[in-house]
């Protein structure tokens, strides 16, 4: 299957600092990528829908200027959440919309990056 | 909007046995199924899916069935493994975003 990773898998901050997470399809253009939330023994939270080349589609309640995300290419998406408060400790996983895998035809499936567990001090 | 509800929450399986969890949706446009198998701390992987023009498709000891009339699908796992133990999402699409919309989750452990 299709390759997604992450950056990085776990980081500790500060409150009131910002951390920047990326989200990178390793073999394969990904024009849409997912934001995901999940709190222990929960199910995905969908955050917000990135698209290349476009302002990224929040879900209702997720703050857009508390969680930046930028897709500035068809193989990377960034969070970044800002001034982060210990309320945003989460699990964070992105997703990434397989639409096409170049020599073994076309897809469209999505696949996750590994997450990464943010703690907020 | 869609809305998904997975059964059970928790499955509890003797090893060798099978395990079925079922998903019911409201949308009867959505037309993609996937079910995805999350191990503690660890990303959803995708099983299997079964698109809404298939009724049954099956992987080795996997198998998803899906009934469009009744809005439901199923993922059946049989000869059950201990490294079957997780928990399990089921999911639904038919968005033109792709968006997927989750059910809650069934934990499924496999008892020795």
């Known amino acids: 299957g299709a390759v997604v990773s992450q950056h990085p898998s776990r980081v500790i901050c500060k409150s009131g600092t910002s951390v920047k997470i990326e989200c990178r399809s390793l073999?394969?253009?990904?024009?849409?990528m997912f934001w995901y939330r999940q709190f222990p023994k929960k199910s995905l939270m969908l955050m917000a829908t990135?698209?290349?080349?476009?302002?990224?589609?929040?879900e209702q309640g997720v703050e857009k200027d508390k969680f930046l995300i930028n897709h500035a290419s068809l193989t990377l998406s960034t969070l970044t959440v800002t001034s982060a408060h210990p309320e945003d400790s989460s699990f964070y996983i992105c997703?990434?919309?397989?639409?096409?895998?170049?020599?073994?035809?076309?897809?469209?499936?999505?696949?996750f990056g590994p997450g990464t567990r943010l703690t907020v001090l | 909007g869609e809305n998904v509800e997975q059964h059970p929450s928790t499955l509890s399986v003797q090893e060798g046995d099978s395990a079925v969890i079922k998903c019911t949706y409201s949308d009867s446009a959505s037309n993609y199924f996937p079910w995805y198998k999350q191990e503690l701390g660890k990303r959803p992987q995708l099983i299997i899916d079964i698109r809404s023009n298939v009724g049954e498709k099956k992987d080795q000891r996997i198998a998803v069935t899906l009934n469009k009339t009744a809005k439901h699908f199923s993922l059946h796992i049989t000869e059950t493994q201990p490294e079957d133990s997780a928990v399990y999402f089921c999911a639904v699409s038919g968005d033109s975003n792709y968006q997927l919309i989750w059910g809650a989750g069934t934990k499924l452990i496999i008892k020795p």
């Open positions: 990135s698209n290349e080349g476009s302002k990224a589609t929040y």
């Open positions: 073999d394969f253009q990904a024009t849409t």
């Open positions: 997703s990434a919309r397989v639409l096409a895998i170049l020599g073994r035809g076309v897809t469209d499936t999505q696949y």
